[in-house]
Nanobody, 124 residues
């Protein structure tokens, strides 16, 4: 059973940092491209960041460029999202996703597996 489990969310003040982790099991996620999406209350889920299977290519939403960094440890089958300078508008449930493809994917339809999500709340 393929599974993605996110961790690292929480309640922080504006300007703080958080690192989200997503551990994969049950599949060879080390050969998968990975991504992070988020969904704020009352809004649709949106793309945040993605990384290719090798880790050499990344893509970011304009709203997080320069503040968020996605990385991948294939040996640990884990993908990370380092978030700095957090803003209240970053408040959302963050989802990890895995795509059976080599290149980065920025659309939900690119992804085959999803985690349950982790809540990030940024207070002003």
């Amino acid at each position: 059973q393929a599974q993605l489990v996110e961790s690292g969310g929480g309640l922080v003040q504006a300007g703080a940092s958080l690192r989200l982790s997503c551990a994969g099991s049950g599949r060879t996620f080390d050969t998968y491209a990975m991504g992070w999406f988020r969904q704020a209350p009352g809004k649709e889920r949106e793309f945040v960041a993605a990384i290719s299977w090798s880790g050499r290519s990344t893509s970011y939403a304009d709203s997080v460029k320069g503040r968020f960094t996605i990385s991948k440890d294939n040996a640990l089958r884990t993908v990370y999202l380092q978030m700095i300078s957090l803003k209240p508008e970053d408040t959302a449930v963050y989802y990890c996703a895995a795509a059976n493809r080599r290149g980065v994917g920025t659309d939900e339809s690119d992804y085959d597996y999803w985690g349950q999500g982790t809540q990030v709340t940024v207070s002003s």
